[in-house]
Each structure stands twice: as C-alpha cells, then as structure tokens.
C-alpha cells in the first residue's frame, strides 16, 4: 500500500514557486504589457508588448515612458503623449484603473522610419496590502488594421480619401478625427481583449 507523503514545502519555498510561475505568465502571455514605476518609469514589457512595439526590452528598462514613445514629430495631430499622461494621472489620482478611447499613437521602431499606430489603451495600478500603489501597469490593443481598412469600406470619404497633396501621415491624421465612428464596432473585440487581460492579473475595473 503506497502512503502519500504530506507536502512539507516551506513557506519560502511555496512563494518562490509562486513567484516564479507569475514570472513565466507576465513574460509569455499574448496580452501586450508593460510594467511602470508610479513616476512612470519602465520597469519591463512582456515579449508580446515588445512585438507590438518593435523594440527591445534593454532599450526601455529604466526609461521615462514618454521618452521612450515621444509623439510622432512628422504628425501635426499628434496627442497621444498628453492623453496618455491624463490617463496615468487619473489612475494615480484615483488608484483605480482607466479605460482610453481609441487613440493614434505612432512608434518608431530601432533605427527605422516611424509607423502609424491605433491603440486602444488601458491602465491600472499595483496596489501594496496597504492600498498604495506600487505600479502602473499598461496594456493596448493594436486597433490598426481596423481603423485603416476602413480606406475600401463606407468610411473612406472621411478617414482615408486618397489626395495627392496628402503624405500617408497626414492621411491619418485625418483618419483620427472620424475614427470614433468607428469605436463601436470594435468594442466586442476591445472588450474580449480587457476580459483576458482581468483574467490574467486578477483585476476587476470599478469603471
């Protein structure tokens, strides 16, 4: 008769497990993360925020956010520091996470030309036992593809009428002022998304 042994693990030990397997999951997960200070500073990205970004994590561990994803100098519309920073600042403020509408937000990949970028962006805090907040954490959804497809669908006299006076940036610039018409019809996909991402980090968003 084969007795089964009680687990004698100690408590250290339980905890590096645990600590190990939340370790694998933020770095392997297909949900884009990254991981900041509260003065927003990068501590790290998982591999699938790193694809979407096209950089590498030593070129942005210790990094300013806003220095390592400045707005798009080439575009005139560009906004996508100042409501980034609004939405950090309200997570800060009310340690409660926050939902941003669909917004451009170029990148520019190592040593290549910038890219045009759609998000659907969202942040929330790392709260101690205590209630303080020890991290923010950002995940996006690359909206791309969806916002400029809409060049051959009912949208095109608006967001994206080819003009010969118009460079492929200002295009899209232009692509961002009706691309709120469009938010609905991405807000299953946007809400799977946020679904995935609670599920992963146990968050809940009181929004």
């Known amino acids: 008769m084969t007795i089964t042994q009680p687990n004698f693990r100690s408590p250290e030990a339980l905890m590096a497990e645990a600590q ?7 770095e392997h997960s297909p949900i884009p993360v990254l991981l900041l200070t509260p003065d927003l500073k990068i501590v790290n990205a998982n591999e699938s925020y790193l694809r979407e970004v096209i950089r590498s994590r030593d070129t942005l561990a210790g990094l300013q956010m806003f220095e390592a994803f400045p707005d798009n100098p080439h575009a005139t519309l560009a906004d996508g520091v100042n409501k ?10 009310e340690a409660r996470g ?3 509408a669909l917004q451009r937000y170029d990148i520019q ?11 659907h962006p969202k942040n929330w805090p790392v709260l101690d036992d205590k209630g303080s907040i020890i991290a923010v954490v950002h995940h996006v959804t690359d909206a791309t593809a969806a916002v400029l497809s809409r060049q051959n669908g009912p949208y095109a006299p608006v967001l994206l009428k080819p003009n010969p006076a118009d460079d492929p940036l200002q295009r899209a610039d232009k692509a961002i002022l009706a691309a709120r018409a469009i938010v609905r019809e991405t807000q299953e ?19």
């Open 84 to 93: 980034l920073s609004a939405s950090f600042e309200k997570v800060l403020h």
């Open 98 to 100: 926050h939902t941003m």
């Open 20 to 26: 190990n397997a939340w370790r694998r999951l933020f």
């Open 109 to 119: 990949p190592q040593d290549r030309p910038w890219q045009v970028r759609y998000w």
């Open 189 to 207: 996909g946007l809400a799977a998304s946020r679904a995935r991402v609670e599920e992963i980090v146990g968050f809940r968003s009181s929004s």
